[in-house]
């Protein structure tokens, strides 16, 4: 069955400090990929998504490339805040219909910045 | 906008006791809700979809019976753990389709 695997944590930066944070998936036939941020005590928001292959998602600094070839959806930010901390889902909807579909989700990374 | 509730946020039960569990659109409607379940330091997996007015579809190794789904209408979905047992405690967490999923912030229950 489909499966994501991204780098676990918790991972800690500086404020101002690149961020990758890694993500690689399985799956048969052409899935939407997506990224979701979780605050404390709130529920997952969608940061951002790509519905097929080389489609870069994008939102509040944060960047995601669809890379068939490479099975990845690395997230980006080329300057984090302290805003930032939370945890971070990789997520994949089996359809490229964009999250129609139950989702699979990755055991999540917490992401800590310090100022 | 766009916003999902989920109640009660938390909850403890005796084992033995069934628990219903509220999931929300609060300014939307909602043809498709979905219905997840996380374990400590687990990505979160999906127990079924609930489509408005029909049946829920479990994933497998979902029993149906003892998770039941109710999707009466397009804001309201609910989640009943039927017999509670300890192996039930976790968090669920349901979200709600028009155009994309937003999730609700989740229901730990507790069962002693």
């Known amino acids: 069955g489909d499966s994501v695997t991204q780098m676990e944590g918790p991972v800690t930066l500086s404020e101002e400090a690149f961020l990758t944070i890694n993500c690689t998936y399985t799956?048969?036939?052409?899935?939407?990929l997506f990224w979701y941020v979780q605050y404390p005590g709130e529920g997952l928001q969608l940061l951002l998504k790509a519905t097929k292959a080389d489609d870069k998602g994008s939102n509040k600094g944060f960047e995601a490339t669809y890379r068939k070839e490479t099975t990845s959806f690395h997230l980006e930010k080329g300057s984090v805040q302290v805003s930032d901390s939370a945890v971070y889902f990789c997520a994949l909807s089996p359809y490229s219909g964009g999250g129609a579909d139950g989702l699979t989700f990755g055991k999540g990374t917490h992401l800590i910045i310090q100022p | 906008g766009a916003v999902v509730s989920q109640h009660p946020s938390w909850v403890i039960c005796k084992s033995g006791t069934s628990v219903k569990i509220e999931c929300r659109s609060l300014d939307f409607q909602a043809t498709t809700m979905f219905w997840y379940r996380q374990f400590p330091k687990q990505s979160l997996m999906l127990m079924a979809t609930s489509n408005e007015g029909s049946k829920a579809t479990y994933e497998q190794g979902v029993e149906k019976d003892k998770f039941l789904i109710n999707h009466a209408s397009l804001t309201l979905s609910t989640l009943t753990v039927t017999s509670a047992h300890p192996e039930d405690s976790s968090f669920y967490i349901c979200?709600?389709?028009?155009?994309?999923?937003?999730f609700g912030p989740g229901t730990r229950l507790t069962v002693l």
């Open positions: 799956a048969t036939g052409y899935p939407s």
């Open positions: 979200s709600a389709y028009p155009h994309e999923q937003f």
